[in-house]
């Protein structure tokens, strides 16, 4: 049953109205947010569809303007929306959507992963998944629409993010004889679940090899038609860069600052590291330190299934001694599944929300890369990040507010520098409480950190072509390229080499989300401090964390003037 706020102020009504006009513009994001009735249809990538979405986007944000502000809480939820309702429209009006192909997140990947947050409990979901699945070729013959009206105005994607979907969609349409399609590992996942072979089985088939199918041509059509006009630039420069960085975190950043801050940063955490490698191993550098945690037997977990059960444990460990002693986490919130993520995609572990009435649970999803040995040494940090006290809490914590929070708030709010710099706040608050003693463990934390801290240099650096500074190391007073950011990437954050290789083309292809992380981390910190320093012996961490979160997700522009005051 789909939940409704308590509220139904004008601002509130308001939002109400646009989260279900947005759901029937876009059932994918409908799955996505858990708002039930949209599992059988499908996007409208074309130039139609996305004005659509425009359209209800510019109408919402006017009657917003013109909506009674009853109240504090009226006035937050106004806020929140308005803010990321006018960025949307400039976005809309830079016309970045008509040339929007990354590796990461890009109409391509969406349409793929949408099934991967549909239900599956009985007959009516699966028949909603071959629904969908049929869908599949008029979705990507819309993207293809877009980009083909882009590429009439000259604004075309780079080579290299063209190159990488084409890719994945060979893996998701099953292009090598030796890997089925994504699509019809759905049918075996139903096989598995019916143990049966009868009419809607035949039904899924037929619409998994449409999917696959259509997946394959979309492969066919970027590689053949469109990387031919592609553009070899990769940096988008100054402008469009502060315009996207500005979207995916919500706040105007001094670039130059933030770039000169993010070398400080990462200088401070290697030295950091150096101390810590000592612990590890008597003598040893971080380099020294790192190969032994890598390669010893006794700190890694041979196998993709016992690999997830550690890390459902690890989850369901930290809820059980956090729930009310560090935070209240409601009984739905304290509910996590982890899972193994399909293949195709970048090589990160990533977390999808609950849905809005919480029968599908939250979930931290982990690329193996066709991996089957796991050390164990960073991936306690990694979980903390995407579960608790990471996105997990904080997503489904937002989720479970339909009392006070808009339903906007709740399902469409917020950017990637709130929601990344929680969860990186949360990773440094586990060693703050003890859960990271071991070095280890602190030590995956500090690698954490030093790549969160070379994505803010490499990707302003790559983007602005910004010089390296002088007394650094790694080929001072030269410009950042993207041949000279993998070598870094590798050489300081020490993250394995097969992840490190699609990371350039993620910063490249999503300019400003990279920084997300640390900005956002440095926002939380200095507003954690600044209330510490209000309250003195008073203040109060569990309860500053609460209030803080209760004030749903937002840019980071605005959570600085919220956290202000309280």
């Not at 509220?7 to 759901?23: C, G, L």
């Not at 380099?287 to 700190?299: E, F, K, N, Y």
């Amino acid at each position: 049953m789909t939940q409704q706020p308590a509220r139904s102020t004008p601002v509130y009504r308001i939002s109400d109205d646009f989260v279900e006009r947005f759901a029937a513009l876009d059932p994918l994001a409908a799955t996505s947010m858990g708002v039930s009735g949209h599992d059988a249809e499908m996007t409208d990538f074309s130039p139609d569809g996305l004005a659509a979405r425009h359209e209800l986007q510019r109408e919402s944000a006017a009657a917003l303007r013109v909506a009674p502000v009853e109240d504090e809480a009226d006035r937050i939820a106004r806020d929140v929306m308005v803010e990321r309702l006018d960025l949307a429209f400039e976005m809309y009006a830079a016309n970045t959507h008509l040339y929007e192909l990354n590796i990461l997140h890009s109409p391509t990947q969406s349409i793929r992963s949408s099934f991967d947050l549909m239900p599956r409990a009985n007959s009516d979901d699966w028949a909603n998944i071959a629904a969908r699945l049929r869908a599949v070729p008029d979705a990507l013959a819309g993207v293809r629409a877009t980009l083909e009206h882009g590429a009439a105005q000259g604004l075309l994607a780079a080579v290299r993010q063209c190159r990488g979907v084409a890719q994945q969609c060979d893996v998701y349409g099953g292009a090598r004889e030796e890997q089925r399609s994504f699509f019809h590992g759905l049918l075996d996942a139903y096989e598995t679940s019916t143990r049966g072979n009868d009419a809607l089985g035949h039904e899924i088939a037929a619409a998994a090899d449409i999917a696959a199918a259509a997946y394959l041509e979309h492969g066919c059509y970027l590689v053949d038609d469109y990387l031919p006009r592609a553009t070899p630039q990769d940096p988008v420069g100054r402008e469009s860069y502060q315009l996207r960085s500005r979207a995916f975190n919500g706040i105007e950043l001094d670039l130059d600052e933030t770039y000169a801050w993010g070398w400080e940063e990462l200088w401070r955490i290697q030295a950091e590291m150096g101390e810590v490698a000592g612990r590890i191993k008597r003598g040893a550098d971080a380099v020294d330190a790192i190969d032994m945690l890598d390669t010893d037997p006794d700190r890694a977990i041979e196998g993709e299934e016992p690999f997830r059960q550690w890390m459902q444990d690890l989850q369901d460990d930290t809820i059980a001694s956090f729930d009310g002693v560090h935070f209240d986490i409601p009984e739905p919130v304290r509910r996590i599944e982890a899972m193994i993520a399909p293949p195709g995609g970048a090589l990160a572990m990533y977390y999808t929300g609950p849905s809005e009435d919480f029968s599908r649970p939250g979930r931290t999803w982990y690329p193996t890369g066709g991996h089957t040995r796991f050390p164990l040494w960073r991936e306690v940090s990694v979980a903390y990040h995407e579960g608790v006290p990471g996105h997990h809490l904080q997503i489904a914590q937002t989720r479970y507010l339909g009392d006070t929070l808009s339903r906007y708030q709740r399902l469409l709010a917020g950017t990637s520098g709130y929601a990344e710099g929680w969860a990186l706040y949360a990773e440094r608050l586990m060693a703050e409480l003890g859960y990271l003693d071991n070095p280890d463990h602190y030590m995956g934390l500090l690698c954490s950190q030093a790549l969160r801290a070379v994505r803010v240099v490499i990707d302003i650096g790559m983007h602005l072509e910004l010089e390296i500074p002088q007394q650094e190391a790694y080929h001072p007073g030269e410009t950042w390229t993207p041949e000279l950011a993998l070598p870094f990437l590798m050489q300081r954050s020490y993250f394995p080499a097969d992840m490190l290789a699609s990371e350039v083309d993620r910063y490249l292809g999503m300019p400003g989300q990279a920084i997300s992380y640390k900005v956002g981390e440095r926002i939380w910190l200095a507003s954690r401090e600044e209330a510490r320093s209000r309250a003195g012996a008073a203040f109060d961490l569990k309860a500053w964390h609460t209030a803080a979160l209760n004030l749903g997700p937002m840019g980071l522009a605005q959570m600085q003037r919220e956290l202000a005051t309280i």
